[in-house]
């Protein structure tokens, strides 16, 4: 008897068909990821909005009800109205340098906001610029850099000297992506 001619040996591998649904869940996949970073980046742009727009309401709440500035305010006098309060500035109607820091009246600003019921948060106040310790001295935005409030003439005006303004910095550790995005979103770019 004969034997039958033997079989070639089956190839083993993929098809394409199974390469392409391969392909295709891996780009459903990093499109979710990515679409997922997005949003995060879009919630945290709002976070640091809202913020911006919270200091402000409270900031303007706080002259309106007490006919003083935060932060500015004698600790004294604010203390009369606010119980708790320990820091305070020299009342010259403006947030600047007191006894020789600039630091003073920006800080006492968040204690008093805080304490008024202005703001969430329990802040102390203090004269020198809070680390990465501090917890207590001044609002952090949603990548964990300080708010500050204070006034500057750092503006841009080649043609004359710009006056002082308040300035209130965000913070640091913001990405430039999502700082063009809150500008976009703050006031059209």
Known sequence: MSRPAARPAAQRGFTLVEIAIVLVIIGLLLGGILKGQELITAAKVRNIADQNSGVQAA??????????????????????????????????????AVGGSEWTEPLALWEQLSKAGFIQGNYVGGGTAPTAADNDLAPRNAFNGFLVLYRTNDYLDASATPAERYHLVLGRNIDVKVMRELDLKIDDG
């Open 59 to 96: 900031y303007y709440g706080f002259i309106d009800r007490f006919r003083q500035i935060p932060g500015d305010w004698p600790q004294a006098n604010a203390q009369q109205a606010i119980p708790g309060v320990a820091t305070g500035g020299n009342g010259n109607g403006r947030l600047d």
